[in-house]
Nanobody, 124 residues
Framework: QVTVAESGGGLVQPGDSLRLSCAFSGRPFSNYAVAWFRQGLGKGRDFVASISRSGGDTHYVDSVQGRFTMSRDNFKYTAYLQMNSLKPEGTAVYYC?????????????????WGQGTQVTVSS
C-alpha cells in the first residue's frame, strides 16, 4: 500500500521561507515522478512544481519560478519543496503527488497517489 505524507506547513510572514517534505512509502520511490500542487480556499488544485524520477529535472509554474526549489532523495523516499520569498497568494493547502506514467504533468488526474496536504498560510 502506497502512502504519501506531507509535512512542514505553517504560518509565516510575507518574505519568509518554508520547506515542505513529502514522505513516500509502499513502492520503489524512484519509479515515480513527484509533483506539488496547491489549493486555496474555494479554488481548484493548481500545479506548483514537479521533479523527474532521478531528480535531475524539475519544472515550475511561472509564479514560483526562482523562488521555489523542488528536490528529492530517493534513498530517503522523500521529496522536498523549498519555498522562499513567500507571498500572501501562496496561502493554500499544499499536496504532494506521485505518478508512475507521466513526468512534469500539470494535470492532477495523471497522478495516482496523493497525500492529505499541509496548510501553508502567508500573512502579516
Amino acid at each position: 500500500q502506497v502512502t504519501v505524507a506531507e509535512s512542514g506547513g505553517g504560518l509565516v510572514q510575507p518574505g519568509d521561507s518554508l520547506r515542505l517534505s513529502c514522505a513516500f512509502s509502499g513502492r520503489p520511490f524512484s519509479n515515480y515522478a513527484v509533483a506539488w500542487f496547491r489549493q486555496g480556499l474555494g479554488k481548484g488544485r493548481d500545479f506548483v512544481a514537479s521533479i523527474s524520477r532521478s531528480g535531475g529535472d524539475t519544472h515550475y509554474v511561472d509564479s514560483v519560478q526562482g523562488r521555489f526549489t523542488m528536490s528529492r532523495d530517493n534513498f530517503k523516499y522523500t521529496a522536498y519543496l523549498q519555498m522562499n520569498s513567500l507571498k500572501p497568494e501562496g496561502t493554500a493547502v499544499y499536496y504532494c503527488s506521485a505518478a508512475a506514467f507521466y513526468t512534469h504533468s500539470e494535470v492532477p488526474s495523471t497522478y495516482e497517489y496523493w497525500g492529505q496536504g499541509t496548510q501553508v498560510t502567508v500573512s502579516s
